[in-house]
Nanobody, 121 residues
């Protein structure tokens, strides 16, 4: 019912930058939270950054001030600007959205398909 469409992944050299985007569409009323997670081979899926409808943000410790999450409410889109990328940032990055489909309705979780970020020389 709800689709999360991601873009912006790719190959970048260490120290470089990437901007990821994720647009939500479909049967949704309100997006409560959008977030980015990442998962490297052999590792668990970890939260990278999160932003609420009130623009409250949270970042994982490994971000170390290098990333910024932002949203465009009118377009139901979230962005992740990644700077000073390291090889250890290499992972599949997943968009996440927590939404309601009606006023005072229950919460639903949705995931994007994932986009590959490779940091390598």
């Amino acid at each position: 019912q709800v689709q999360l469409v991601e873009s912006g992944g790719g190959l970048v050299q260490p120290g470089g930058s990437l901007r990821l985007s994720c647009a939500a569409s479909g049967n949704l009323f309100r997006i409560e939270t959008m977030a980015w997670y990442r998962q490297a081979p052999g590792k668990q899926r970890d939260l990278v950054a999160r932003i609420t409808s009130g623009d409250k943000t949270n970042y994982a410790d490994f971000v170390e001030g290098r990333f910024t999450i932002a949203r465009d409410s009118a377009k139901n889109t979230v962005f992740l600007e990644m700077n000073s990328l390291k090889a250890e940032d290499t992972a599949v990055y997943y968009c996440y959205a927590l939404i309601t489909k009606r006023t005072s309705g229950p919460l639903y979780s949705y995931w994007g398909q994932g986009t590959q970020v490779a940091v390598s020389s």
